[in-house]
């Protein structure tokens, strides 16, 4: 008997894996033809004016070109410090304009310190990343010897987006650098103007002399101010730190009246899924809007495999339409927002380095949901009954492609 069950487990774990193999390949093809036969579109956006939290100013940005054009004129209006970390910062046209713009900086005699994710940029040449010697490079990497990959606390990617310009003008949220980013993706990114970009000046510096190589200087850590309205989280894998997720969990919990969530990878886990069900269940008004069909066709079936039991709670689930939406955002009661760099995802609440921002504002949450609003005209609803009616086929590749959430 034991020797017969020996026998079938594995059969039947590699007939799975065939399956799983076979139904992503399928899934990858359709996805590259889609892509070449139907370009993306553009989309609607809304620009907030904006507010101030704890002497701090903060501006929405839902529109690439925006947010990019005031990255480079804050670039270009620095006089001290530039600290610019990125997950993917692609060679294309932006790319070589943000790269002159350091340059030129750095040569004007700016400090100018890089950092960049070597593992998410391994398509760009490595020749866009040559820099002259005034500017100061980290190019991370998860495994620096070969016994770190036996390390799980060194699996984590640098997700995180954030420019600091002075210690004074901080950016932060889903923004790479890229001309797709600027043109075509429908995103989410937040500019502070005053003592609370300390938070993102801080998280620059932690994790470059963390990370730093022997011949790159080590930099001073700033004075953190107090503030209960305005607090960039960090995730950090190597210290096992992970309150990103916490933070979610507590304020869905806490919801009262409304959660309007934006996820361009909504996976859930288990305790997050049942915070959400829960607010549902109690009456809160819960909404959900993801990409319909995002830049990772996989994540986009592993999201679907939770809408049953969502949209049976009573969330609503909305898909966005012709464009890649890709913020991590979410607001509740307009009282509490979040924005940053962190997807409801595994890799993201419990594996990359990332960062989000809290913001307990009326105003801010205000200017939230008016963008929320505003991408749902571009979405559509997906209902219980329609969702209900889908083909018995899309419904055995969601239960096959399940088990490989906790690799997304």
Known sequence: MDLVFLHIVPTILGGVFAI???????????SKVRRRRVPPEGFPFFLPPPVTVAGTEVQLYSAGRQVFDAMLAAIEGARETIYLETFIWKGDTLGERFKQALINKARAGVAVYLIYDTFANIVVPRSFFQFPPEVHVLPYRAWRRPWHALDFR????????????DGVVGFVGGYNIGEIYRTQWRDTHLRLVGPEVDDLTS???????ANRYPHLPILALPCR????????????PRQMIFPIRSIYIES???AQKHIFMTQAYFIPDEAILQAIRRAARRGVDVRVLVPWESNHVIADWLARHSFDLCLRSGVRIFGYQGAMIHAKTATIDTIWSMVGTA?????????????NVEIFSPAVATAMEAIFCCDLTNAAEIRPEEWARRSWLARASELVLAPLWPFL
């Open 225 to 236: 101010s107090w503030s209960s309205e305005l607090r960039a989280h960090r995730n950090d």
């Open 343 to 355: 997807n409801i995802d595994r890799l993201s609440l419990v594996g990359n380095y990332e960062i």
């Open 154 to 165: 060194r699996y984590g990617r640098d997700h995180r987006k954030i420019l600091v310009v």
């Open 20 to 30: 799983q193999l076979l139904i992503v390949s399928v899934l990858l093809i359709e």
């Open 252 to 254: 869905i919990e806490q």
């Open 203 to 209: 998280a620059f510096v932690h994790f470059w002399n």
